[in-house]
């Protein structure tokens, strides 16, 4: 696996996310049909997929009030810069999955907004050509979408961004690698963005 500076460098410089639309394109029967069998031999062979870890551990921060899982090993870092704590981590061999959380207080704050905030906070760190799809919300708390883009490197990267509203405190996690590494480390991608949770009841103000 790449070393932990590689695998956030991946995540980092290439993350910044702005929000866009999906274009839908009809396709004739033909193309649809030679699609499907595209995608069909696109598919990773079971034998390349990374295994999901039987070990993981939890990463919290009582202070900001939010906790995740990440696979034992995980070699990782925090800092604090204008206001915000930052989390960033990479994961063992043989996975290479980078994550980034940010944690923040402004009560003022929609989901929409930390996209936002997002992409403003990293898209000075180099990423070109980014798109944001698929965002959705999962809950009045929580909204989730996914991140393609071009890194500092010239690498194509993919991910995850997880974003959530706790009253006055915002949080804002990216989980992703460079594109080839993608598919193979979904299920550890889904896993580490899935585990995330607030100490207190987030916007529904249950607690």
Do not use: H
Not at 30 to 46: F, G, L
Not at 156 to 171: E, F, Q
Request: aromatic share 6%.
């Amino acid at each position: 696996m790449k070393n932990m500076r590689t695998v956030i460098g991946c995540l980092t410089a290439s993350a910044a996310i702005v929000l866009g639309c999906t274009m839908t394109t009809t396709l004739s029967a033909k193309a649809a049909t030679s699609a499907a069998i595209t995608q069909q031999k696109k598919s990773v062979p079971s034998a390349k997929v990374v295994p999901v870890p039987d070990d993981w551990v939890t990463m919290s921060d009582d202070k900001k009030g939010y906790s995740f899982e990440v696979p034992d090993g995980t070699e990782y870092t925090k800092e604090r810069s204008n206001g915000i704590d930052v989390f960033i981590a990479g994961t063992p061999e043989p996975s290479a999955v980078g994550v980034l959380v940010m944690a923040f207080k402004d009560p003022a704050l929609s989901k929409a907004d930390l996209v936002k905030v997002a992409m403003g906070g990293l898209e000075g760190l180099g990423a070109k050509n980014i798109k944001v799809g698929n965002l959705t919300e999962l809950s009045p708390d929580y909204s989730l979408g996914s991140y393609t883009a071009i890194n500092g490197e010239g690498k194509p990267v993919r991910g995850k961004v997880l974003v959530a509203i706790d009253k006055t405190d915002n949080y804002v996690m990216l989980v992703g690698s460079e594109e080839s590494d993608y598919k193979a480390n979904e299920k550890i991608i889904d896993a580490i963005w899935g585990s995330f949770s607030m100490r207190s009841g987030g916007a529904s103000g249950k607690s």
